[in-house]
């Protein structure tokens, strides 16, 4: 069963995809991302792209599976962590509560990280994703699937390393498909902003077409 957030995105999708369509005509602006399974993740590879690079630091949970990945995306000077579950390495759900932490640090650059939002697709009553920081008191908690704030991002005082930890609380047979952890740079200019929706929204939608 989908909660009404799901719905939502998915009636979404459509409007997403006319935001990259918007976007790549209006601004050019394009995308770029590294991947990794979270085998390699949490044995020492770290995701670099752009001027970001995420490190791993330690989880906690058994529904972490080695054929999980984990990517960073850069478009427009900003950047998207995401953990994916489902993947063609392993096609299970994230079914436990549990959490980790890893940094994100700014590298070769003056672009400081100045916002950050958080999302996650997940099952119709599987419970909080909740996103905190070590270098900032800021709490994200995404409620069944909830985008936090509702759009836009949350300003934040500009830092060049946030230490940041996932943490999925999770009732009995739900489960966390994937999530979405957003850092900003600047405002962008209202072009820019269509394929950043986009871009943040797609990767969640195409999650639905999984989903029982």
Known sequence: MMTTNKLTKIFASGSLAIGVLAGSVLTATSASAAMLSWADWTSGQALIEGDKKVTYVSHNGSGFE??????LTEMGGHHYFTYDALTQGSTNANMSSGSFTYTIEVIGSNKDIVGVDLD???????????????????????????????????????????TVTNTLAANPNEG??????????????????????????????SRFKKQK
Do not use: C, M, R, W
């Open 66 to 71: 080695a054929g999980d990945d984990v990517a």
């Open 120 to 162: 996650s697709d997940v099952s119709s009553n599987y419970g909080t994703v909740t996103e905190t920081f070590a270098e900032i008191p800021n709490t994200l908690v995404s409620v069944n699937g909830s985008p936090v704030p509702p759009s836009g991002f949350i300003p934040i005082t500009p830092k060049k390393l946030l």
């Open 176 to 205: 966390l498909f994937q999530l979405q952890n957003s850092f900003h740079q600047t405002v962008p200019e209202p072009g820019t902003i269509l394929g950043l929706l986009a871009v943040g929204g797609l990767g969640l939608v």
